[in-house]
């Protein structure tokens, strides 16, 4: 497969990129967006090769009834299985769940040959299932009155995935952990960033900023994603970084109120720009080949320039759709930039 084919097609791929059999965590704080990103995730294998098994733990009635109406309203049940277990289920169903999706993607993968991606929502409640368990039948307690194995059993789960000699078939696994406060240093998240290839970390003040999904740049890191990205792919994410770290300083002085030189207004009109074409609502899917369309137009504006970028979240996976090479690329993105262009107005 090619570097594109590779990487899975997600959102922030470009920055934090989610390789096939790749083990990339999400930890946040509570109604920090965790649930969303994970079903835009899922949303956005419609059309691909991969199955999704998506496993609840613990969860109210709604949040299922929520993540199965996103699934369906995107035609993404056809390619997707969706195991739960609700608050009102007993704490051995909650603790066997986990186990019960894994299995089903382990036969996919194995078995049929598919490539398959598996999420786990949350974690941070089979912990807690597990822990009463164990409290009830009188283990001793360790760390955080959980189980002294509390890392063995989660790491089965977690290490199962990675890419088969036999079938060079991948299973990918996600899973979410709550972080109480955003703290991520407590004994579950820490435990889940040890095992895991990288994570995401979504942010409250961020979220509160109406930045959908909240992912903190400066925590979030994939440790072997970046091996799998086209060379264009890797370069777009040097910018992004380059572009939101100046866009953070300029915002800095912004703040005294004093005039701004042409330089650091430039750098935060292109950064509120670039955090407007990342803002992603539930349900909005962009295939990789749109986004790396996207940012390259974005990043690639000269001075005074600046896009209609509605026109452009309209149109790009449709331009997407024509690219078959590098040469279709350049040219598509300078077609759908004259188009978008707008006159007489700064980026």
Excluded at 178 to 196: E, H, K, Q
Aim: hydrophobic share 40%.
């Amino acid at each position: 497969l090619s570097r594109r084919q590779r990487q899975m097609c997600i959102r922030d791929s470009t920055m934090f990129p989610l390789m096939r059999g790749q083990r990339m965590a999400m930890l946040g704080d509570g109604k920090s967006g965790k649930s969303t990103l994970a079903t835009q995730i899922a949303l956005n294998q419609v059309g691909s090769d991969i199955i999704t098994v998506y496993v609840l733990i613990a969860k109210r009635r709604s949040d299922v009834d929520t993540l199965l109406s996103r699934l369906n309203a995107n035609n993404a049940m056809g390619q997707s299985i969706v195991i739960v277990s609700t608050l009102a289920d007993s704490l051995i169903m909650s603790y066997l769940a986990p186990y019960v999706a894994c299995s089903m993607a382990e036969y996919f993968w194995q078995e049929v040959g598919q490539d398959t991606l598996l999420i786990y929502d949350d974690l941070t409640a089979h912990a807690h299932a597990y822990r009463e368990i164990a409290l009830l039948s009188g283990m001793s307690p360790g760390r955080d009155s959980f189980p002294g194995d509390m890392f063995y059993v989660h790491s089965s789960l977690l290490e199962r995935a990675g890419k088969l000699a036999s079938n060079h078939k991948t299973l990918t696994t996600v899973p979410m952990v709550f972080a109480a406060g955003g703290d991520i240093t407590s004994y579950l998240p820490t435990n889940i960033m040890s095992i895991t290839d990288g994570q995401w970390i979504l942010d409250m003040k961020i979220f509160r900023d109406t930045m959908r999904p909240a992912v903190n740049v400066g925590l979030s890191v994939s440790r072997v994603g970046g091996r799998g990205q086209s060379d264009r792919h890797k370069k777009l994410g040097g910018q992004t970084f380059k572009t939101l770290t100046a866009h953070a300083e300029a915002q800095e002085f912004a703040r005294f109120g004093s005039e701004l030189a042409v330089s650091a207004q430039q750098a935060l009109n292109k950064g509120n720009l670039l955090y407007k074409m990342l803002n992603q609502i539930p349900g909005e899917r962009y295939g990789l080949v749109a986004q790396t369309l996207m940012l390259d137009i974005i990043l690639g504006l000269e001075e005074n320039q600046t896009v209609n970028l509605e026109a452009i979240k309209k149109a790009a996976n449709e331009y997407a759709g024509q690219i078959k090479d590098d040469k279709d690329f350049e040219a598509v993105r300078d077609t759908l930039k004259k188009q978008t262009l707008l006159e007489g107005k700064s980026a």
